[in-house]
């Protein structure tokens, strides 16, 4: 369309005008404040990897929209913070449309991944390979008015996390809990714990990424509204048992990294760490808590409904578009094939735990050596 224009900007470069439009943008699509969807989730990760760029879309000189995005070699491109990031998308003006492979051409981008994309990005969409479901768990109508339902439709589940945390106070000692604790000590703690987890379970260790790592204590120290990171600690006799850290805007706490200490696994210290978190949240103006894509009981247990989000990418026709395709899409096929079987999903599963489990004799017997 006449006037319109594509500006790549980094990060870093962004201004307090640009903050303002992006999220008055946001704000105009009536899509949840997904704090990954704002400028501030944007702007740490650009701190941490080099290739983090934005594409301001304007039209007759004023922003109508921000594509966030990074750039890796031979054009390879993925959705900003791919990898920890569970909303991803562009912040378009409504009514505003792109044709996603004309706006990678402006990006120098040959292709362009993305794993949780948000529903409702349109000519984005059209370019997955795969739907899945985020459990979300609505509590803008107050955490009784949840709780009854919780009691309606997870009775025995709920009767025994409750159980677990009285059987915890008397057996350990007084329980408390934080929503928003600023202790760095116990932010490590619980990147401790979730690092065992990710071994013992056969998982990539995503603390074992130093820019991960870094993020996470960006997000950590911010102040902003809209993206701050919300450490919240469950103590029994004056000890973290466990831990979530997550991002949150005003109305949305996106489940991030939660983890316990093994110690106290009998009490199912997470089960009673989310439940108090449930109410604390609704207590502080969180209307919904997002639980990201991934299978948990869990979150089964505490889920309302479900949003849909989307895995694919968009490629264009040039030689890094097939070096994206060579590289990807076989596991990517891979991934889709077992999660389409659940038994197989299952004794995928058990594999990987047995091959952390293995690790982590092979490495404690080196130490012990």
């Given amino acids: ?54 594409a301001v879309l304007q039209q007759d000189g004023t922003p109508v929209g921000y594509f966030p995005y990074e750039k890796g070699l031979l054009g390879r491109g993925r959705a900003i913070g791919l990898g920890v990031s569970d909303c991803q998308g562009a912040v378009l003006r409504p009514g505003v449309r792109i044709e996603p492979r004309r706006l990678l051409r402006a ?21 997955a390979v795969e739907e899945l479901a985020s459990p979300v768990v609505d509590i803008d109508g107050g955490y009784d008015r949840y709780l009854e339902r919780l009691r309606r439709d997870a009775p025995g589940f709920l009767r025994q996390t409750l159980a677990k945390e009285r059987k915890l106070a008397r057996q350990v000692g007084e329980v408390r809990f ?21 071994r013992r379970t056969g998982r990539r260790d995503r603390f074992a990424q130093e820019w991960i790592n870094t993020l996470v204590g960006l997000l950590a120290q911010s ?10 600690v469950l103590y029994a006799a004056g000890r973290p048992v466990a831990a979530h ?5 005003a109305t949305v706490l996106s489940w991030w ?6 110690a106290y696994g009998k009490y199912s210290p997470g089960l009673v760490l989310h439940l108090r978190m449930l109410e604390a949240a609704a207590a502080d103006g969180i209307r919904m808590v997002d639980l990201g894509t991934g299978p948990a ?57 047995e091959a952390g489990s293995l690790r982590d004799r092979v490495r404690g017997s080196a130490g012990g050596g």
């Fill in 1 to 54: 369309m006449p006037g319109q224009r594509i500006l790549i900007l980094r990060p870093d470069e962004l201004g307090p005008d640009d903050i303002k439009m992006w999220r008055e943008i946001r704000a105009l699509t009536g899509a949840p404040a997904n704090p990954f969807l704002d400028p501030v989730f944007t702007a740490a990760v650009g701190r941490v990897r080099p290739g983090a760029r934005v």
């Fill in 107 to 127: 990006c120098s981008l040959a292709s362009w991944e993305f794993d949780n994309l948000e529903d409702g990005q349109g000519a984005l969409a059209a370019h």
């Fill in 178 to 198: 934080v929503l928003d604790s600023r202790d760095p000590a116990v932010l490590r703690e619980l990147m401790r714990w979730k690092s065992a987890q990710y």
């Fill in 223 to 232: 102040g902003e509204p809209e993206c701050r990171g919300l450490l919240s």
């Fill in 245 to 249: 850290f997550g991002l949150r805007s």
């Fill in 257 to 262: 990294f939660p983890a316990y200490d093994r």
């Fill in 297 to 353: 009981r869990y979150k089964e247990s505490f889920k309302t409904r479900d949003l849909r989000v989307y895995e694919g990418a968009v490629v264009r026709p040039v030689p890094g578009g097939a070096a994206h395709l060579l590289a990807k899409e076989p596991a990517r096929a891979a991934r889709r094939f077992v999660r389409a079987r659940p038994r197989l999903a299952a004794a995928a599963a058990r594999t990987l735990a």
